[in-house]
């Protein structure tokens, strides 16, 4: 993919003394092929390409860093700037509710999406979205509406498929303001491909809406298409946002690259799963260090501050920082790091997370969790808190007490000592992180 393949590019420079103009320009053209490859407008590559050159050659070589790193550090700022630069947040209506227009095309992910932002604005933002089923055409699109709203338990609105969607979103929003609900999320029919009747039916919904957004809904699966499809709703309804779909899978990447700069609007968020909660802020940083493979440590942390309670966090970091973890803090946190996800994709968002080979013996499957439960509950309180008085005896009796082995008792010992060591990073990079701005 697009991300192992400028990886690999880099990689070359990185650890470069000194990068020449022929360096640069071999880099480029690997960078430019990488790019082309994962379907990025060709008009994009090439302004990308000339404007990193123009800042990479003859640029004063800061102090902290080596002229590789340098280059590194352009592409990724460039890549950033392509992407948006700052994250664009989702409008707030002067008055409310704000209405939130749903678009695209047919198996984007438009109702999929209606119901994780419903979601994401409830649990964010403590928000308390309306639902709005506009898709009539769709045999089953109601319907799946409803089930999303059944297993938010939050509300749909439906007048069945008998009346129009202009209707539908009209008496939606007469509904919004009387039960006094902040955002109304309209989820649209889509066609298969663009076409007058289905922007003749939006641009009638939007007229008797006012959206403050109108977000398209994207599938970055189909790359240069994707972005196809964001110019010609641009065009032809206006748009205020993109989401883009389907991140998760075996994407190219080029739709997130070229679809702010082809478009001029900005991507919002980001679907990365077909799960409720898989929705994510778009970042546009964020993603251009995942492109190049610097992993994505603030996602990574702001994961684990949503998943890990507060006061909890506080007293764990307070722990880590005086290297007072205890085993029981140590089970706790495997199952928080559990909650999280797989803890292989977690550990592929940190940076230089393959070269940390003692962190994959953190190994956390679920067969294991049983065996280092019944290990640590074989200690003693004063063990569990204090694990310098391991020592062989006692590890002998606590194999025995919990019917493992004195390999696996050392293994888990060792495994504590290398999560205490990565949980004392994370807290350091969460005070590295900035305060977040105001706005949803
Ligand atoms: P709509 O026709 O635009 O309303 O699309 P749907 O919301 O019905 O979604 C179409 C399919 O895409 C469904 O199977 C969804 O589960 C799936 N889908 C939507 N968003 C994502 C995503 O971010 N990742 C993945 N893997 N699947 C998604
Ligand atoms: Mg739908």
């Known amino acids: 993919g697009l991300a192992e393949r400028l990886q ?10 000194k990068v020449s103009e022929q360096d640069v320009k071999e880099m480029m053209r690997e960078v430019r092929l990488a790019l082309l490859e994962a379907d990025v407008n060709f008009k994009v590559v090439k302004k990308f390409i ?20 340098q280059v590194i550090k352009v ?15 989702i409008a707030v209506a002067q008055k409310p509710p704000t209405v939130v227009m749903m678009v695209g095309l047919q198996g984007a992910g438009k109702t999929t999406t209606t119901g994780k932002l419903a979601n994401h604005l409830r649990k964010k933002h403590n928000r308390n979205p309306l639902m709005v089923a506009a898709d009539i055409y769709r045999p089953a699109a109601i319907k799946q509406l409803e089930t999303l709203g059944k297993q938010l338990d939050m509300p749909v609105f439906s007048l069945g498929d008998q009346v129009s969607p202009v209707e539908i979103a009209k008496q939606a ?32 919904i939007k007229e008797v809406t006012s959206p403050e957004e109108i977000l398209l809904v994207v599938d970055a699966m189909t790359g240069q298409d994707a972005v196809n499809v964001a110019q010609s709703f641009n065009e032809r309804l ?33 679907g990365m799963g ?26 990574l942390i702001e994961k684990a501050q949503t998943n890990v309670d507060e006061e909890r966090a506080k007293e764990l970091e307070r722990k880590m920082r005086t290297n007072d973890l205890t085993f029981d803090d140590f089970l706790e946190q495997l199952s928080q790091v559990r909650n999280m996800g797989p803890l292989d994709e977690l550990l592929d968002m940190m940076p230089g997370a393959g070269k940390m080979k003692g ?58 000592h290398e999560m205490k060591k990565m949980m004392k990073q994370m807290s350091g990079m969460q005070k590295g992180k900035g305060k977040k701005k105001g706005g949803l």
């Not at 649209?188 to 009638?204: F, K, Y």
């Open 8 to 17: 690999g590019t880099l990689k070359k420079i990185r650890g470069k003394g």
């Open 50 to 69: 000339a404007d990193v050159k123009e800042r990479a050659i003859g640029q004063e070589v800061l102090d902290s860093l080596t002229p590789g790193q």
């Open 238 to 270: 206006g748009i205020s946002g993109v989401v883009l779909t389907k991140l998760d899978g075996d994407t190219r990447g080029g739709a997130a690259i070229s679809v702010k700069s082809v478009t001029d609007t900005p991507i919002k968020f980001a």
């Open 359 to 416: 962190l994959k013996n953190v190994q956390v499957d679920e067969k294991q969790i049983g065996h280092i439960e019944a290990i640590v509950k074989s200690m003693t309180k004063a063990e569990r808190d204090d694990p310098s008085l391991l020592n062989a005896s006692r590890r002998k009796r606590i194999a025995k007490g919990s019917g493992t082995s004195i390999q696996e008792v050392n293994r888990l010992i060792k495994q504590f």
């Open 274 to 299: 077909e799960k409720i909660d898989a929705l994510e802020p778009f970042h546009p940083e964020r993603m251009a260090s995942r492109i190049l493979g610097m992993g994505d440590v603030l996602t």
């Open 75 to 89: 592409v990724n700022e460039e890549l950033t700037k392509l992407m948006g630069g700052e994250q664009s947040k």
């Open 173 to 204: 929003l007469a509904k919004a303001k009387e039960e006094h609900h902040d955002y109304v999320l309209i989820d649209t029919a889509g066609r298969l491909h663009v076409d007058e009747e289905l922007m003749g039916e939006l641009d009638e």
